[in-house]
């Protein structure tokens, strides 16, 4: 059939191009023998109508005896410049990054360090050659080099990195007291964009790992600080912060994992630390990330992101963002970090402990001289004066009860200057109340 459906096709086309020329001919010997004006005009009229029909002859042809076509394949729309997730929960974890990445900061740590320089020496150089002369065969004085080293100078050096986050538009920054504590080293805070400002470090947390460091900006994006308190095992965190000192504003993403967990931290100096209380996350916390923020899925920074656990995988600890709120009131009205303070030295009592000792109770702080001999509650301190004595055991803390996992010093950083606290001790075997208020402490206690 459709061998047919050609030919016919064929025919019909040669009968087209044939009239249409036989007209063209009729109408050029029709303008010979008549004049130019109306004449020529009515022939280009007409020969451009034909010629359209010559090279339109499709419309000629019933629609059923065309042949099927295919559609083109239409053109593939271009990729937007922004990701939209289909999924509610991948969308509000890219919602909060792009609105807290911003606000995260890098610091550089520089610092002067001594250029050594190697040289060799010869130890025989200065031996006349007549006494060299009296040694021989038994020695060779062949000028033997022995490599020496010595200082050529300084130079400015990055020695290392850590991240911060911005708390006030006016470029005020929370970050790790560990990272900004070499005295001697500057401190350089790179934006998001690349800016970067010189910092000056305000203040240092006397017992918390939290330090306070300005630069000099107006206009910035902050982060918003959430409630430390409402924070849930199993609940999302995302973690922000200059991976490696490296990779800036690197993203981890994972769970709250533990809670009111106490560890022992080693910086790059050797120096060691005991942090109570903190919250443990499998985020991924590198190298470097120390300081960053700890977000949950509203954007609010529930902690600081402050170690890891070594030989572990995604093992990370994070101090509450509350203790660090509450240096901040304290700069803001006395211009430092001013921790309060009870004045006793104590030993928190554990079932080992009530065995060896004899204890009547397997819990609570157990008032007690350090190892040196020092006062177990200290002169003029408000334990003191609450009538706190060596050999009291504290069972309660403002209703809290004491134990390994509830120290004294880990509550008492939930609190401020001047606040009255609630004591439960247990003297010998009678049970005492007894109400001391927190004072500032003193700067030459460590």
Do not use: C
Not at 48 to 67: A, D, G, H, V, Y
Not at 404 to 411: E, F, V, Y
Request: proline share 5%; net charge negative.
């Amino acid at each position: 059939m459709k061998q047919n459906n050609k030919f016919i096709l064929v025919i019909v086309i040669s009968i087209l191009i044939g009239s249409s020329f036989g007209f063209l001919i009729s109408q050029k010997i029709a303008y010979s023998s008549e004049g130019r004006g109306e004449n020529q005009n009515n022939l280009l009229a007409n020969l451009s109508q034909n010629t359209n029909n010559i090279f339109n002859f499709k419309k000629l042809i019933p629609q059923w005896f065309k042949e099927e076509t295919t559609s083109p394949t239409p053109t593939a729309s271009p990729t937007p410049t922004t990701y939209s997730s289909e999924v509610e929960y991948e969308q509000k974890i890219i919602d909060v990054v792009e609105k807290s990445s911003n606000a995260v900061v890098s610091i550089i740590i520089t610092k002067d360090v001594p250029i050594i320089e190697q040289y060799y020496t010869n130890p025989f150089e200065g031996i006349p050659p007549e006494i060299q002369q009296f040694f021989w065969p038994f020695f060779r004085f062949e000028s033997p080099q022995i490599p020496q080293y010595r200082q050529k100078g300084t130079e400015k050096q990055e020695v290392g990195g850590g991240t911060g986050f911005i708390v006030s538009s006016d470029g005020l920054i929370l970050t790790n007291k560990h990272v900004v504590s070499d005295k001697e080293a500057e401190y350089t805070v790179f934006l998001n964009n690349g800016e970067k400002y010189q910092a000056k470090i305000l203040a240092q947390d006397p017992i918390d790992d939290i330090a306070l460091i300005k630069i000099e900006a107006n206009n910035l994006p902050v982060l918003t600080l959430g409630n430390s308190e409402s924070i849930k095992l199993g609940q999302t965190v995302i973690a922000i912060g200059n991976a490696l000192g490296e990779f800036r504003n690197t993203i981890s993403l994972g769970v709250v994992s533990g809670l009111a967990r106490s560890v022992t931290a080693t910086d790059s100096s050797g120096n060691i630390e005991t942090i109570d209380n903190v919250i443990q996350t499998d985020a991924a916390i590198n190298f470097g990330n120390s300081g960053g923020p700890l977000i949950n899925l509203k954007g609010e920074v529930i902690g600081i992101n402050t170690a890891i656990a070594s030989g572990a995988e995604n093992i990370g600890f994070a101090i509450p963002i509350n203790r660090a709120k509450k240096d901040i009131e304290s700069y803001q009205s006395l211009g430092k970090i001013a921790s309060p303070f009870i004045g006793i030295r104590y030993t928190i009592i554990t079932p080992t402990l009530k065995e060896q000792k004899n204890l009547p109770v397997d819990y609570g702080a157990l008032i007690s001289s350090g190892n040196s001999n020092e006062p177990a509650v200290l002169s003029n301190s408000p334990a003191e004066k609450a009538g706190l004595k060596e050999g009291d055991i504290i069972l309660e803390f403002d209703g809290k009860k004491i134990n390994s996992t509830n120290s004294i010093s880990s509550l008492i950083k939930n609190y401020k200057i001047g606040d009255k606290i609630n004591l439960k001790v247990l003297r010998g075997q009678e049970e005492l109340n007894l109400e001391l208020i927190l004072t500032e402490r003193p700067e030459d206690i460590e």
